[in-house]
């Protein structure tokens, strides 16, 4: 991308084209407490020091940047969101948010502003590595277990604790940090938008469809292929076909999405009848009930109950922040399906709001996730406008 005049937002593209960028698919590898991770905090720090903010790493090592002391001259605004991605994400979801916050501090009198604003950097928002979407703003809001979340481990067997100690990051200190928190008056996250939903280029959000993660847990009976007669096998592997049809047919039925997008299967040979197989199923939708009707269907279809990784209940933001950038932006209101640390942090009572800029295609957790220069732009210069505002 290049633009002018937009705070050095070209060259801070630039900084993070290449981290954790798969050769093959072109998609983005950057989980959390990993050494790609450790590259972008790094380069956040650099940013923040760059135009003089003070860095502040929370309990759960989410970083904070903020122009002004948000203990003596706070509750502040802070605006940003999260550098780590989906398995061979798009460049656009998070980094997003967190370069356009640098680039519209820049164009914002800093001297005229009347509180202190921060940018955030939020750890873990995918969940990619160990499961829990939005771990660091879960942790943060003490709706995280941190003993459950220490014990999390990612596909190799390493835990949520030993990774972050390995990242410099002491595991001992997470739970709710009221410190960290106190310091937020407001928080504002710019994203891409991921729905095929806003035609402008910009919108501001209205909610966050109620979401879910489930495991299913399938275990049968390890056996050869090519011996083990068809009515004496045990597979579990049809137990998750049935499973993901379910899943399909019930959100049809009850106005939903569902997806399986994840599997692991044991031993994972060919010529081998599985043992096991572990499934994750992801649900939301516009209705709590509804989406929990399918994740009941899925579980009656799998023969086991879906166990609950993670839950996010319906979030409406705030509703005069909304108006008040609605109107401010002259842009469209509309909710999403995806989930954001916003809806987490708006959750545990901060008058949170978030802006989206325009997908031309929808396309997202995809290498192909796009959003126009001039979209990114009038972004910055939105977040710029609403810095003014409400700083
Ligand atoms: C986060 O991107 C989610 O909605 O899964
Ligand atoms: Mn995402
Ligand atoms: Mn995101």
Redesign the pocket.
Known sequence: MSFENSGGFDRMWADLAAVGRDGTSGGYRRYAWTREDAVLREWFRGEASARGLEVVADRAGNLWAWAGDPDADGPGLVVGS?LD??PD?GAF??PLGVVSAFAALDRVDRAALRRPVGIACFAD??GARFGVACAGSRLLTGVLDPDRARALTDDDGTTMAEAMAAAGHHPGALGRDDEALRRVGTFLELHVE?GRALDAPVGVASAIWPHGRWRLDLRGRADHAGTTRLADRDDPMLRLAAAVLAARAAAERHGTVATVGKVRVRPNGVNAIPSEVTAWLDARGPAEDAVRAVVADVGTAAGAPPVEESWTASTDFDPGLRDRLATLLDAPVLPTG???DAGILSAAGVPTAMLFVRNPTGV??SPAEHAEEADCRAGVAALARAIEALA
């Open positions: 999260h991605s989906v994400g979801d998070g928002e995918e991921q995806a989930g954001h997202s957790h």
